[in-house]
């Protein structure tokens, strides 16, 4: 039988030509079956793994349903299409996907997540956007603050909605379908329905149509698992560098964010540039290490649980399990990230002896036949999947072009290199929190105002009254003032930056206090 073309199920003819741009001629099973529902505005409930192709089967309703006459129908802070998914990652991926298909139809698209400052977000929304992709804890946060509205939406989406129950993000989402109008479509894509999904799928979806294409315990015929016992650490240890130190890209699990960033550090120091994903990075730090994994500088990803379902990266040759995780829907989601989109891949677990009754229990609950076996670094087997050996680089290099990676980041962002004059975003906190307060004139009561004509002392500090001397340490007068001189030669603690910062402050009211230190909780737990 001919497999239908994208147009052929309906899809708007703009929308099918951005596909093929992108290379995607011919649809996959879960979007051939769920696009003739989708597009004629049914509720759909979709069950597949992840690799199987959900995206795109949700982004063309979505996207189909709100083009034509947006212009016109677009309201500040009042999106009329959501995605919702677990983690920022998985949030930032959907995001681009679906803007391949909206930027040709002049639909708008933003992304809201913890870990960055809400305000940019906030901007966004206040110019008007059409579709919110959202981690459910920073818009759960913009709801509450009532900055954003969420009255207007036409179609919402559930992705990865058995990875948000499994992080405790379902009273979230509840109260943001609370939020929306009854009568909109919603779509909801899951791997399983347990945790609570089902009475999701029964509350909120109206007469869903149920399409289910490769469970997530259905075996990948594109995949192939190794379960490697060593003897020891030491042994353990020298076979995961052989098998990071292919060619082709590959993804190292570890159960801990320690220890995803000790064997990044130490493959790094081997020669193996590896780069950390997990959850005590920073937005920034996470951005470029996946823009260097994306790239190929990088060949080696080394991550905990945070990555298993929120990195879609193609290409990804191996996955290897450091150790055996936890349960056997890790593994599954993990294994994930090759042989994606009909991809062949090979997953590997590096298991020692005490680990190998949990291994044989994963094993049978994930449903997979595998035979683990001894080897070393020399086994065929081994350096078959090691592959071609990606020649080894220079420590200091891969540090130096990190540096220069992460200065370009701060310069994009609207921050200047140390150095330059300007503080970091880093620095500036703690110039806030040690916050002098900078008086005015007796009785005025305004923060930062007159500061700058009084006489400073050499501490740098602000917090004194106009004409009055602050209190000084030890060793100030002429040192603190040649000091304070040298401070202000290199813009370091003026007295205008620092009035700017508490001014900034100031005028940040609520917004400033729920994007600072409750930026986390509101993210990914891993």
């Keep these: 039988m001919t497999t239908p073309s994208f147009a052929d199920l309906g899809v708007p003819a703009p929308l099918a030509h951005a596909l093929e741009k992108n290379g995607k001629t011919s649809p996959f099973p879960i979007q051939r079956d769920t696009l003739p529902d989708t597009l004629t ?3 759909v409930l979709g069950r597949g793994r992840t690799g199987s192709g959900k995206t795109i089967a949700f982004a063309i309703p979505l996207v189909a349903r709100l083009a034509g006459d947006v212009e016109a129908k677009r309201r500040p802070n009042r999106p009329r299409g959501i995605v919702l998914a677990p983690t920022r990652e998985l949030v930032t991926q959907i995001a681009e996907t679906v803007k391949m298909l909206a930027d040709p139809v002049g639909v708008r698209v933003t992304t809201i997540f913890g870990g960055v400052p809400q305000r940019r977000q906030e901007a966004v929304l206040e110019r008007g956007v059409d579709i919110v992709v959202a981690a459910p804890g920073r818009l759960d946060d913009l709801m509450r603050q009532r900055l954003i509205s969420l009255d207007g939406v036409e179609i919402t989406v559930l992705d990865e909605a058995d990875h948000m129950a499994d992080m405790g993000f379902l009273p979230v989402v509840t109260r943001i379908l609370n939020a929306t109008p009854k009568q909109g479509q919603r779509l909801l894509f899951s791997a399983t329905l347990d945790n609570g999904v089902d009475n999701v799928v029964k509350k909120y979806l109206h007469d869903p149509i149920l399409h289910s294409v490769d469970s997530a315990e259905s075996p990948v015929p594109q995949l192939t698992h190794h379960v490697f016992e060593v003897a020891g650490t030491e042994q353990k240890n020298a076979l995961i560098e052989a098998l990071a ?11 801990m964010k320690h220890q995803a960033k000790k064997l990044a550090k130490q493959l790094t120091a081997r020669g193996i540039p590896a780069v950390e994903l997990q959850g005590n990075l920073s937005q920034n730090a996470r951005d470029r290490n996946l823009a260097e ?7 080696v990803l080394v991550a905990t649980d945070v990555a298993a379902r929120g990195v879609h990266v193609d290409g990804v040759d191996l996955v290897v399990h450091v150790d055996p995780p936890v349960e056997h829907k890790a593994y599954l989601h993990r294994s994930g990230r090759t042989a994606r989109a009909g991809n062949e891949g090979d997953v590997v677990t590096v298991v020692l002896p005490e680990q190998r009754g949990e291994m044989r229990q994963l094993l049978r609950a994930a449903k997979i036949r595998v035979t683990p076996r001894p080897v070393t670094t020399g086994d065929p087997e081994v350096v078959e999947l090691i592959g071609e050996v990606a020649p080894r680089v220079d420590a200091r290099e891969t540090e130096r072009r990190r540096a220069a990676a992460q200065t370009a980041q701060q310069r994009a962002a609207g ?8 503080s970091t975003g880093a620095n500036a906190k703690r110039k806030r929190s040690r916050g002098g307060r900078g008086r005015g004139a007796a009785g005025s009561g305004a923060q930062g105002q007159g500061s700058s004509q009084a006489p400073r002392t050499g501490s740098g500090q602000s917090g004194q009254r106009q004409g009055q001397p602050a209190r000084q340490s030890q060793n100030q007068g002429q040192q603190g003032q040649r000091s304070q001189q040298h401070q202000n ?11 700017g910062a508490e001014g900034g402050q100031r005028r940040s009211g609520r917004r400033a206090q729920s994007s600072g230190g409750a930026v986390y909780s509101t993210g990914y737990r891993d």
């Design 415 to 422: 921050h200047s290199a140390p150095g330059e004059g300007r």
């Design 293 to 299: 994994f994306v790239s190929g500088e990088a060949k």
């Design 41 to 43: 505005g049914r509720d």
């Design 489 to 499: 030669s290199q813009g370091q603690g003026t007295g205008g930056q620092r009035r």
């Design 245 to 255: 130190s292919g060619s082709e890209r590959r993804i190292l699990f570890t159960r």
